[in-house]
């Protein structure tokens, strides 16, 4: 009890024993109401931060000579060191050297998942239980938050059930470091569209939902939203059939139903689809997000466009695919497939379709999330400042996170400092030497 109460406990004792009646009808009642109003007022005290870098990215641009203060779990100011204030009692952080930005947000992971070249996909679903999974998912959590991304945007569970939730949950918790979830759960596939397949007399457990028609796809997509899915994933095409060729899933009523469902619950849905009739046939259907789009034409980007539909082209996984096959970066010819990707970008950006920043990392190793945004620079020909404007405030307002992406009073306080200038040379990303989630620091100088 605070001398506050402890004061107003005394007063009402003299109240009682003058006006007894009065204050068994209302005593009770106000001292309480008192102690709430007081107990209210008195938020636990965390004291104020400064932190003083050699620059801010704000999350659009590079402020030499910024500072930052937080407060609680949030950002309270940030601008010139000489116009800010920080609050009395403030300690100050000095980060000399370091650049200080938005934690980044990863478009396109698969915490459930570890890398190919490790364990087969195949077998990673088959072979592997759901608690050595979820074992694994808590160190690529951490991996991932210390790599500087306080945001990943899972997509989806391959095979390991709604396991994604207890994780989410224990991360916000704060049982295990982690960054912020936004999940897929189980994902949508149409069936027999998606694997592990083994020899045609045996049905095995799929890396994903198996739902068609009106039904079952309403039931399917409602399922999940009930079960904590923030987003609806769909696979819109799919190596299928005995030729192994990507070709179109669901029809467009069934992908227009999934939206239309997920939707009226207030989840947007994004896309696997790497073919031009898939990725057609989801972005009419009103999908927030195409994965990979690796086959996609300059008709189909102008139509992204003009739906307002992204691109999260993944190129480090298919990178790290054709490097688990064999080839050789920098010595052997680029493969067809690595060739077609980086046309497929160029349309892209040509027809001015904004991009996603996710690495579809999982296929390769948690934590080497910036590795999509190396590739971004070095292989497409994006700058350092286009990419870290994706993976902060880009993927904040394709992901309608509007609390976060950007460094500005009122947001999280999600920031990571890392050593050099970032918005010049990529490879700074790498250097990460403090992330703080939440105003909570993992790491620091
Ligand atoms: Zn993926």
């Given amino acids: 009890m605070s001398t506050d109460c402890r004061a107003a406990a ?63 779990d949030k950002i309270t100011a940030a601008g010139p060191a000489g116009k800010v204030t920080p609050p009395a009692g403030a300690r100050t952080l000095e980060l000399p050297g370091l650049t200080l930005m938005p934690g980044l947000i990863e478009g396109h992971s698969h915490l459930l ?12 679903v088959l072979l592997e239980s759901q608690a050595l999974r979820v074992a694994r998912a808590t160190v690529h959590a951490q991996r991932t938050l210390l790599a500087g991304f306080t945001t990943a945007r899972d997509l989806g569970t391959e095979g390991a059930g709604y396991t994604d939730v207890g994780l989410k949950q224990a991360i916000d918790k704060g049982i295990i470091p982690g960054p912020r979830l936004l999940i897929a759960t189980r994902a949508l596939v149409a069936t027999g569209s998606y694997g592990p397949k083994l020899a045609t007399d045996i049905d095995v ?22 079960k904590g899915a923030d987003i609806i994933k769909v696979y819109a095409d799919y190596r299928w059939g005995l030729n192994g060729t990507a070709a179109p899933t669901f029809s467009q009523e069934e992908l227009t139903l999934i939206v239309q469902t997920a939707r009226a619950a207030g989840r947007g849905v994004v896309a696997h689809a790497s073919t031009p009739e898939g990725m057609q046939r989801a972005t009419l259907a009103g999908v927030e997000t195409i994965e ?8 189909i980007f102008k139509l992204m466009k003009q739906r307002g539909v992204a691109l999260c082209p993944t190129v480090a996984a298919g990178d790290a695919i054709s490097q688990y096959r064999g080839w050789k970066k920098g010595q052997d010819p680029v493969p067809p497939r690595i060739q077609q990707k980086a046309q497929s970008v ?10 996603v920043m996710g690495g579809d990392v999982g296929v390769f190793a948690h934590g080497d999330n910036a590795r999509e945004m190396e590739q971004l620079v070095q292989d497409h020909g994006l700058s350092p400042l286009q990419v870290l404007r994706q993976a902060t405030s880009g993927n904040a307002q394709v992901f309608h996170l509007a ?14 400092a890392v050593t050099g200038d970032p918005t010049q040379d990529v490879l700074a990303v790498r250097q990460v030497q403090l992330v703080m989630k939440g105003g909570v620091l993992y790491k620091q100088p």
């Fill in 10 to 72: 005394a007063l009402l004792f003299h109240i009682v024993r003058r006006e007894r009646g009065l204050f068994l009808r209302f005593g009770w009642s106000v001292l309480l109401l008192f102690c709430a109003g007081v107990l209210r007022a008195q938020p636990a005290a965390t004291p104020a931060t400064l932190l003083r870098p050699a620059a801010v990215f704000d999350g659009q641009d590079l402020h030499p000579g910024w500072v930052v203060v937080v407060e609680n």
């Fill in 113 to 124: 998942l570890h890398p190919y070249n490790e364990t087969p996909w195949n077998d990673q």
């Fill in 205 to 226: 457990p799929q890396g994903a939902q198996e739902a068609d028609g009106v039904d079952g796809i309403v039931r399917a997509v409602r399922e999940q939203i009930g």
């Fill in 292 to 299: 990979h789009g690796d086959d996609g034409t300059p008709e």
């Fill in 346 to 355: 160029q349309a892209a950006l040509k027809a001015g379709v904004t991009l």
């Fill in 403 to 416: 609390d976060r992406g950007r460094i500005r009073p009122g947001l999280l306080a999600d920031l990571v």
